[in-house]
């Protein structure tokens, strides 16, 4: 009688962790298809770091504004707005150019629209099952990006640091202004 408990105990506990599956949830934290990281600097003394005011930056032809500020809804405009001298921005993971408007001083009679088209290929990479993959980027070697504007130019110069952007914990490319 003893074996047959044993062995019917024994046989539930098997049977129990048979059915058990990895679990499908992708830590936060695990890298992700990054953006490009860029830092404003000031085009008299290119050392020093320089603050933009009111950025937006929206998709060439659209009114697709990059968000900047997460924790604001929707419907209020400063959640599309950059205060500060960096700023990260979402590349196509579709297609191997993205031009995007940099406005600057928005919502100011004063505001100055400059183009700035990013040249790259990409790849995709594998993390997980359950994260599945990220796309990385790697600008054009030859004409990583294209500044167009409209005569009254804010942006002066554009420098690549870092052509490859794989992750997001460093610069990618300077502006200045």
């Known amino acids: 009688m003893k074996k047959i408990v044993f062995i019917t105990l024994s046989l539930l506990l098997a049977v129990s962790f048979w059915n058990c599956e990895k679990d499908d949830i992708c830590a936060e934290g695990t890298a992700v298809t990054p953006r490009v990281i860029i830092e404003f600097y000031d085009a008299a003394n290119p050392t020093v770091l320089k603050n933009v005011t009111n950025l937006r930056v929206e998709e060439l ?46 919502g100011d009679a004063a505001a100055n629209t400059d183009v700035i088209t990013f040249n ?53 490319v300077k502006i200045y202004f």
């Open 61 to 106: 032809n659209t009114d697709n504004g990059v968000v900047f500020n997460e924790d604001m809804d929707e419907t209020v405009p400063a959640r599309y707005l950059a205060n500060g001298n960096k700023i990260a921005i979402p590349l196509k993971t579709f297609s191997e150019t993205s031009a995007f408007e940099f406005i600057f001083n928005y």
């Open 120 to 172: 790259y290929t990409k790849d995709d990479v594998y993390i997980s099952r359950a994260c599945g993959y990220k796309t990385v980027f790697y600008l054009d070697t030859t004409n990583p990006i294209e500044l167009t504007t409209d005569g009254n130019n804010w942006i002066q110069n554009i420098e690549v640091i870092q052509p490859n952007i794989e992750t997001e914990n460093e610069v990618h």
